[in-house]
């Protein structure tokens, strides 16, 4: 079963246990013990601990960049990063002789004074001291405690191993086995697993009884429970014509649209969907993806369509450069843009590449960012081949930086039909807009008045500061009293200009120049460089500076403050002209091009995002809530037109170079061109033509030459048919990934599915009409030997048993309970957090940066990561959610109290029904029996009566009987009308309590009936969560 | 390839014989050993106790590399970067220049308000703040040369609970849950208490989610989510889980080889037993009057150090404590001294409890926040309001038990504190010293995820061996 393949997993991934092996302590136990004149083998811990802090950090810090696996270089063929490395030495001999400093080769080239051999480090000489640490080290001995590296094979070697490995091998139709004595089938998967169970001397299970089957199917399918009648239906043709039978289910299931939903799920993992981008580089903005639905949504379009999968590969990597027949398909390479932006640039550049290649390659391609692949056939090339893929597509609308995040980038695929709904958008997004300019202008605009104002204050502070060109120092900024942001903008603005001639500014460029206490002595001599040079900067400017007879720099900035105060003087009067049209702009040019410093977007004193955060900081909750709503309204409105979550090449595109170490400040001159990964491309890959290269990149992987594209995508489809993959890792089909056993079975159904029109939907019914797919899982004629042969049932001797993952439970819960809500499609509902939410749960809104603690207790994969294969485990707290958690009470509660429910006659009958309700079947008279024990045992003894109430009533009956025989004895009347008087005082007593008691229990949960604890006894059952 | 292949056949052959274990044959063990379900630690029943007999279970405790020093961790995560200057790291030379600008830090310097004095015999130097918790100077361990990568704080408490500042990578106690397993008996093996740890900081990202951190509740309510079921009182409950138990069974007939079909239904006996565990763990009123009286019940830090040492008796393997609200940007005098008062008392409290129930030793107690603060004021900052800037490039850590060398300063920061100068340690070396501590290697506890062994200290950390006792 499942789990199986779970601890398989976690052994494969523990480096933890002793039987588990890392690749290092495997090479290691092949490798005989260290030599015993190694001289590393009786170190004394001081020699240990000054090789630790005194050689080793030298190593790193001077000789590793070019002679180290790490770095990806061994100069001279010489790498320093074991002692292995230097004992062996490189193209000149062995780098150091322990005990022998003088001699040894590396203390010859670190002196610098030795003619025979290079200087190192080449480019700065070792201090003294550090030579001497490295002297005194080799002279001792040279311990070394470094955990020699595992011998990485070279890459040509791993491209050598990788013409021989198994996932790289064209793909070829296997003959088909023939019949033997374990199948007749004529299903050629049957006879794939035949011959190997033959093999064995083991045999098939018998076919799974209808009932059992059809379940499976519609799990497997559907992820919900058959009906009764369904059941009932199935069996009967099933006895009819099973074959027949089988086949119409299976058509009828994949025509059903549950089905989408079910397998877009399964694509979910892998495609690590989330509703939020996440990452801190968002942090304090809004990173929802309200349009992450849309690329659902594709995803349980495609299913129900049974798009070809290499459309399907097509699209999700490169559908904006397609001609779609659905407009609505442009959302297909969400599969891109939903991943999480976490980290740095180049980290998600290499999300994104290593997304790619596991997803459809089964390639582990990331790990050659920072040097070549340790183990498989990617060279370090490769992936800066694809780099300049990625890097040259745009994710559109997920830009981190931005603070409103702008998913107007993102292409209307969908317009609200409804008109209505249509126009509250609207009037909601410019209500929203006015909302929050009306708030930001309160705050903005005086201080743009106050800061243009200020502008001779900010020219004289840049005038004393600006003369040694590094901008301004902290201590200017504090000194100034001035706005930080806006004193920063002029800065730039003067730096920008240094670098290109701008008329206005260049004489400030010039003379800001000069060193204050030679400004007058210099001042001649800057103005003839100014008026000789080949760009004339704007004369009247400088005659009117030459003519104020400047004596410092601070005397220009008044010159320019004067101009400024002009300009904004001469543009007021303009505005303030009653017109029809509003001014663009001043007549006199110079004061124009004063004024647009002043007033441009962009310019220092007028608004930009950035000063408008500086100015309301970051605790302005008012505006942080304007600007949610804002984004509410225009991406989340139900009446916004719905966008495609997409992505689109970059206006530039371009190759990448290699980053040495994945460092993106040692990149290399030459470029890589964009281009497939070489294992795969042929000996000279073609470089990309179309764009970015999305669109090469895709065709390069449906290509039906491609070895590695249907064989992962057909292993993936057999892991959700039986609880386990044939290949057990499903994104990793590389070298350390060894051949499966049913490797002639793998390639056979990779060809037939391409041969199928790379069918989904011809490969499910391939799969379930089979005989292996059928046959039962808990029966078999020797069930203790093949158990025995293969407990692992890598043979396939059985059907494996499989627990429902959380979803198809969710759902099944809600189906039986019949509070499911069908809709297809649409926004993401809050699942999670809303137990009153009646939706699929493939329609959870998922926020990957904080995940839902259900979802991990029931082993949901964390979706900031793409995930093949999901972990099974048994844990309490998935328990404590089935007692406990009100989604579960609620639904029980609803059937328990529906009409249907309530209409049946109120005996064992009702347990008959749930029965069939939810487990599709006929309880036992002892399962009946069971579930009565929780139903209120029937009371029949007399109702509690309180004791006085009883004296009372005696007493007058007692007294009455004394009463009519003596009417006339007064003191017997009395004494009668006493007794009625304290029964009437006890009876609003008693009301009263009662009334208490009732506005004592409001509030607390009304208590669960016998029917709510049998119906929630059925879905806890493992009957309810297990498929046979 | 040769040795993978090698490495393949190696782990084919181990999971055989690893799961050849059938179903009759555990049934058989429980049986020969004498042991009914309920004799075994509750532990190794808690999740899938079938699994857990063949050795694999996901949780099942397990051996380190090498003897441990410490068996279980708990964490004080003094969240908002509590200032170093005022705490740990005594700076007469910036007391002296208090007022006086500071060019590169572009500044006023800020001597620090408080007096630092040796305490113990071993005369480590500590701030006044520290008045009980000084008292166990001798045992407790101050690493002042901290650094981290990133002065913000989002970015530095993930590099301190993940050891990667940005990407989702699994937390420290879900590295050392999956290299240990669990000892609790119905306990989650992995706690956050208090606010703030939720999410990345707690997160087992791509190890299985079985190692997550899970987040109890100290001060009100439900201690974990689905704990108590309000429609169902608990003997009524019991009788449902009986029913539910004899359903099971008679299902069982039908798949009598399932393994997990028995683990399922163990695992509603253990959820049943957990509803009442994991209040009770919480139920601080049955502790004796003198612990109370230790610990102040009225704040809620120490009502989770409290909580946390019961969890840490019962098995649970590593606890974080949250403890917000130490980013002093403003009105530093005044706020630390009410928040250090808080922190002095739980602490001193937590390590004399410790001793007292002779857990310290073999308990790793780890005081530490995502970074340091500024020598110089905060800008803008005056009197009464001044306050400290976030700093990653010096700040220090307080550690205690568990193999932890007392009495002792590790490194040190420059003459104004600003930093670290001398023996520098950065958060990864603090996670390669605590996984030493806790048994490991940590450059051999890895996962093999994505085509590559991951580990905590990805490709950096060093051992810090002069803090080890």
């Known amino acids: 079963m499942n789990l199986n393949k779970t601890f398989i997993t976690l052994l494969r991934n523990c480096g933890i246990l002793g039987f588990a092996l890392t690749c290092d302590t495997v090479l290691h136990a092949q490798e005989p013990s260290p030599k015993p004149d190694t001289p590393s083998a009786n170190a004394s811990p001081e020699d240990v601990e000054f090789f630790e802090a005194e050689v080793l950090p030298l190593l790193q810090k001077k000789c590793y960049s070019c002679h180290s696996h790490d770095a990806g270089k061994s100069k001279g063929g010489l790498v320093v990063d074991s002692q292995t490395g230097l004992l062996t030495g490189g193209e000149s001999g062995a780098a150091i002789d322990p005990g022998k400093a003088d001699s040894s080769l590396l203390i010859r080239a670190i002196r610098w004074d030795d003619n025979e051999v290079s200087p190192m480090p080449p480019e700065e000489q070792l201090s003294a001291a550090e030579v001497e640490i490295f002297t005194r080290w080799i002279n001792r001995g040279a311990v070394d405690s470094r955990q020699p590296t595992a011998a990485i094979a070279p890459m040509q070697e791993i491209q050598e191993q990788a013409k021989t490995h198994w996932s790289f091998q064209p793909l070829q139709k296997p003959a088909v086995p023939a019949a033997n004595q374990v199948t007749k089938s004529n299903n050629a998967l049957d006879r794939f697993i035949g011959e190997k169970l033959a093999a064995q001397q083991l045999l098939f299970a018998p076919q799974a009884d209808a009932a059992t089957l059809i379940r499976r199917a519609y799990f497997d399918l559907v992820g919900l429970p058959p009906s009764v009648d369904d059941v009932k239906r199935f069996e009967k043709a099933f006895d009819e014509n099973p074959e027949k039978a089988m086949q119409e289910l299976v058509d009828q299931l994949l025509e059903s649209p549950q089905y989408g939903e079910r397998w877009a799920r399964h694509w979910m993992d ?288 008044k010159v320019y403050s004067d101009y400024f105060a002009k300009a904004d003087a001469a543009w007021q009067a303009e505005l303030s002209k009653e017109t029809d049209k509003t001014p663009k702009e001043l007549s006199d040019p110079t004061l124009e091009a004063f004024r647009k410093i002043l007033y441009q977007p962009g310019m220092p004193p007028a608004r930009a995002e950035n000063k408008v955060r500086d100015a309301f900081g970051n605790n302005d909750r008012k505006r942080s809530d304007l600007v ?255 007692m406990n958690n009100s989604f579960v009470l609620n639904n029980v509660r609803k059937l328990a109290r529906s009409e249907e429910f309530k209409s049946l006659p109120e005996d064992s009958s009702r347990i008959q029904w749930l029965y069939r309700r939810i487990l599709q079947r006929d309880a036992s008279s002892h399962e009946t029996e069971l579930l009565s024990r929780l139903l209120p045992v029937p009371k029949n003894e007399p109702a509690v009566i309180d004791p006085r109430e009883a004296e009372l009533a005696a007493q007058i009956q007692a007294a009455d009987e004394a009463y009519q025989a003596n009417p006339d004895n007064k003191a017997a009347k009395r004494r009668l009308e006493q007794l009625r008087k304290a029964e009437k005082a006890l009876l609003v007593a008693k009301e009263r309590k009662q009334k208490q008691a009732k506005e004592r229990a409001r509030g607390v949960s009304e208590p669960a009936d016998g029917w709510e604890k049998i119906i929630q006894t059925i879905l806890m059952s493992n009957e309810f969560v297990y498929v046979l | 390839m040769q040795p993978t292949q090698h490495q393949g056949r190696v782990l084919r052959d181990t999971k055989l014989c690893n ?283 120490s009502r989770s150090m409290l909580a946390a040492r019961r969890l840490l008796q019962r098995g649970v393997r590593v606890v974080q404590v949250f403890d917000g609200g130490w980013d002093h940007h403003q009105g530093l005098e005044t706020r630390m001294r009410a928040k250090a008062g808080s922190l002095d008392r739980g602490l001193a409290a937590l390590l004399h409890d410790l001793k007292a129930n002779g857990m310290l030793e073999d308990t790793l107690v780890i005081v530490a926040g995502e970074f340091g603060r500024t020598p110089v004021r905060q800008a803008g900052s005056v009197g009464e309001g001044m306050g400290r800037d976030h700093n990653h490039r010096g700040f220090s850590v307080m550690l205690a038990g568990g193999g932890i060398r007392g009495g002792y300063a590790h490194g040190s920061t420059d003459d104004f504190g600003r930093s670290a100068v001398d023996r520098e340690v950065h958060v990864h070396d603090l996670h390669a010293t605590m996984l030493h501590l806790l048994g490991f290697d940590h450059q051999k506890l890895t996962y093999h995820f994505s085509g590559r062994d991951y580990r905590l200290t990805d490709i950096h950390g060093r051992l810090v061996k002069e803090i080890l006792a």
Request: hydrophobic share 35%; aromatic share 8%.
């Open chain 1, 628 to 882: 949610k709503k804002l984004q509410d309204a225009k991406f989340h409105h139900p009446g916004a037109p719905i966008r495609a979550l997409s992505v689109a090449d970059s206006d530039t595109i371009a190759d990448s170079p290699v980053f040495v170490r994945g460092e993106p400040d040692q990149a290399t001159k030459e470029r890589v061109p964009r281009r497939f990964v070489a294992i795969l491309a042929g000996a000279q890959p073609q470089p990309f033509k179309n764009g970015s290269g999305r669109l090469d990149w895709a065709e390069a992987m449906v290509d039906p030459s491609n070895p590695l594209t249907a064989r992962v995508i057909v292993n993936r489809v057999w892991q959700y048919h039986f609880g386990k993959p044939l290949v057990g890792s499903t994104g990793d089909f590389g070298l350390q990934t060894p051949q499966p056993v049913q490797a002639p079975l793998l390639d056979w159904l990779a060809v037939t599915f391409m041969e199928d029109g790379w069918s989904i939907k011809q490969l499910h019914r391939r799969i379930m009409l089979s005989q292996v797919w059928q046959q039962s899982s808990t029966e078999h004629p020797t069930f203790a030997t093949a158990m025995d042969k293969d407990p692992e049932n890598t043979l396939l001797w059985r059907q494996n048993v499989r627990r429902m993952e959380f979803e198809p439970l969710r759902d099944s819960i809600l189906a039986v309970t019949g509070n499911l809500d069908k809709t297809i499609a649409g926004r993401s509902v809050p699942l999670y957090s809303d137990a009153n939410v009646n939706r699929r749960t493939v329609y959870a809104l998922v926020d990957r940066t904080n995940i839902p603690t259900v979802m991990s207790t029931f082993d949901v994969p964390n979706p900031n990561l793409t995930q093949g294969e999901r972990f099974v485990s048994t844990v309490s707290p998935q328990a404590l959610f089935l």
């Open chain 2, 19 to 301: 799961s050849q274990m059938t179903l009759a044959s555990r049934r058989d063990f429980l049986t020969r050993s004498g042991l009914g379900i309920g004799g075994l630690s509750l532990a190794y029943l808690l999740q899938s106790p079938s699994q857990l007999l063949a050795g694999d279970h996901p949780l099942a405790p397990k051996a380190a590399h090498f003897t441990p020093k410490a068996k279980r961790v708990i964490h004080v995560f003094l969240s908002g970067g509590p200032s170093h200057l005022d705490l740990f790291d005594p700076k007469p030379e910036l007391v002296k220049h208090d007022g006086k600008p500071h060019e590169e830090m572009r500044g006023v310097l800020f001597g620090s308000p408080f007096k630092f004095k040796p305490y113990g015999d071993s005369g480590l130097e500590l701030s006044e703040l520290w008045e009980r918790t000084s008292v166990h100077a001798d045992d407790l361990c101050v690493i002042r040369s901290m650094k981290t990568d990133v002065p913000a704080h989002q970015a530095a408490s993930r590099m301190l609970a993940t050891g990667h500042s940005q990407l989702s990578r699994p937390s420290y106690g879900s590295w050392i849950t999956y290299g240990l397993g669990s000892e609790a008996d119905d306990l989650p093996a992995f706690v956050v208490l208090g606010r703030g740890g939720q999410g990345q900081l707690s997160s087992s990202s791509f190890l299985p989610p079985v190692y997550q951190g899970t987040t109890l509740n100290v001060d009100r309510g439900d201690v974990m989510a689905d704990l108590r079921n309000p429609m169902i009182s608990a003997p009524d409950q019991k009788h449902q889980l009986d029913v539910l138990a004899s359903l099971n069974q008679e299902f069982l007939k039908k798949a009598p080889h399932e393994a997990e079909l028995e683990a399922r239904i163990q695992s509603f006996e253990l959820a049943y037993q957990m509803q009442s565990a994991a209040p009770e763990a919480f139920d601080l009123d049955s502790e004796s009057a003198e612990t109370l009286k230790m610990y102040d019940l009225e704040d809620s830090l």
């Open chain 1, 270 to 557: 892998v495609a690590r969907y989330s509703d939020v981008s996440g990452g801190l580089r968002n942090q304090g903005r809004d990173d929802r993806l309200p349009f992450a639905f849309t690329y659902r949504d594709y995803l349980i379009r495609a299913f129900n369509s049974d798009k070809p999968y290499n459309r399907f590969v097509m699209e999700q990597i490169a559908a904006d450069q397609l001609s779609l027949d659905d407009k609505r398909d442009l959302a297909a390479t969400g599969f891109l843009a939903i991943g999480s932006v976490a980290g740095t640039e180049e980290e998600r550049i290499a999300e994104r590449i290593d997304t790619v290649m596991q997803t459809f390659q089964g390639l582990t391609v990331g790990c050659a960012r920072c040097h070549d692949h340790k183990f498989d056939p990617i060279p370090t090339e490769d992936y800066y081949a694809l780099r300049g893929v990625i890097a040259s597509t745009t994710e559109l609308g997920t830009g981190p930086r931005a603070e409103r995040v702008d998913h107007e980038l993102c292409p209307i695929i969908e317009e609200c039909s409804d008109p209505e709904l249509r126009k509250a958008y609207e009037e909601d997004v410019a209500k929203a807009e006015k909302e929050l300019r009306d708030y930001e202008d309160k705050v903005w605009l005086p201080k743009e008045e106050k800061w243009r104002k200020e502008t001779p204050q900010y020219l004289d502070v840049l005038a004393m500061t600006q003369k040694e060109r590094g901008g301004l120092s902290a201590t200017d900024y504090a000194r100034s009293r001035l706005d930080r942001s806006v004193l920063g903008a002029w800065s730039q603005l003067l730096q920008r200009a240094g670098r290109r001639f701008d008329p206005i500014l260049e004489p400030w460029i010039a003379f800001s120049r000069l060193p204050a206490e030679r400004f007058e002595e210099q001042f001649q001599r800057t103005l003839g460089k100014l008026n000789d040079g080949a760009k004339q900067p704007n004369a009247e400017l400088l005659k009117t500076i030459v003519d104020s007879q400047p004596k410092s720099m601070r005397d220009v900035a």
